[in-house]
T-cell receptor, first 114, second 113 residues
Framework: AQSVTQLGSHVSVSEGALVLLRCNYSSSVPPYLFWYVQYPNQGLQLLLKYTSAATLVKGINGFEAEFKKSETSFHLTKPSAHMSDAAEYFC????????????FGPGTSLSVIP | DVKVTQSSRYLVKRTGEKVFLECVQD?????MFWYRQDPGLGLRLIYFSYDVKMKEKGDIPEGYSVSREKKERFSLILESASTNQTSMYLC????????????FGPGTRLTVT
C-alpha cells in the first residue's frame, strides 16, 4: 500500500529565506509524485510532478523538488520565500495504473514572516 | 485551461436535509473525484468515478452517495445531512492515466446546523 508523510504540519520562514517542505513516501512500485498548493479558500493546484523522467523537477513560482529513490523522498524547495508563498502544501503519490488511488499527505502550512 | 466548477462556494443546511453538491468539468476527463478536507486530516477520498455510471467507494463513503449520468458531471449526495458532515468538499477531475495530475474545483464549504 502506498502512503505519504509530510514532516511538520506547520513551517515558518522569513521572507527571502530558503523554503524546504519535506515529503516521504512508500510505494511498492515506481511512483508518480506530485506537489499541490492550496491558497486560502481555494482548491488545490499543481505545483510540479515527477513522472520518471528527470529526478530534479521544476515547477511554477520558482519551486522545485528532487526525487531521491534511495531515501524515498520528494522534498519541495524554493531558494527565496515570498509573502505570496504562504499557503497549504500537499504532497501526493500514485501508482502506475489509472485505477490506483492518489494518496495525499496531511499537508504542511507555510507561513512567511516579513 | 481545464476548468472544474462547483455549484456553490458556501452552503448552510439543517440536520436531516438531503444535500446535493454538483461538480462539472469541461475537459472531457474520464476520472472524477469527491474529497472532504478537514483541519489536521488533509484530503480524504469519499467516492470516485472512472467512467459514466461507474463509481467506486473511497476511504469514507458512509453517509454519502454519488451520481454520474454524464461524463462532465459528478454529483455528491448527502442523504440525510448531519453536523459531522460540516466540512470543505472538493471535487477534482483527471485524464484516465496515473501520470496526470488532478484538477480541482474551488471547493464548497458546507455547514450543517
Amino acid at each position: 500500500a502506498q502512503s505519504v508523510t509530510q514532516l511538520g504540519s506547520h513551517v515558518s520562514v522569513s521572507e527571502g529565506a530558503l523554503v524546504l517542505l519535506r515529503c516521504n513516501y512508500s510505494s511498492s512500485v515506481p511512483p508518480y509524485l506530485f506537489w499541490y498548493v492550496q491558497y486560502p479558500n481555494q482548491g488545490l493546484q499543481l505545483l510540479l510532478k515527477y513522472t520518471s523522467a528527470a529526478t530534479l523537477v521544476k515547477g511554477i513560482n520558482g519551486f522545485e523538488a528532487e526525487f531521491k529513490k534511495s531515501e524515498t523522498s520528494f522534498h519541495l524547495t524554493k531558494p527565496s520565500a515570498h509573502m505570496s508563498d504562504a499557503a497549504e502544501y500537499f504532497c501526493a503519490v500514485s501508482g502506475q495504473t489509472s485505477y490506483d488511488k492518489v494518496i495525499f499527505g496531511p499537508g504542511t502550512s507555510l507561513s512567511v514572516i516579513p | 485551461d481545464v476548468k472544474v466548477t462547483q455549484s456553490s462556494r458556501y452552503l448552510v443546511k439543517r440536520t436531516g436535509e438531503k444535500v446535493f453538491l454538483e461538480c462539472v468539468q469541461d475537459m472531457d476527463h474520464e476520472n472524477m473525484f469527491w474529497y472532504r478536507q478537514d483541519p489536521g486530516l488533509g484530503l480524504r477520498l469519499i467516492y470516485f468515478s472512472y467512467d459514466v455510471k461507474m463509481k467506486e467507494k473511497g476511504d469514507i463513503p458512509e453517509g454519502y452517495s454519488v451520481s454520474r449520468e454524464k461524463k462532465e458531471r459528478f454529483s455528491l449526495i448527502l442523504e440525510s445531512a448531519s453536523t459531522n458532515q460540516t466540512s470543505m468538499y472538493l471535487c477534482a477531475s483527471s485524464p484516465n492515466w496515473a501520470r496526470y495530475e488532478q484538477y480541482f474545483g474551488p471547493g464548497t464549504r458546507l455547514t450543517v446546523t
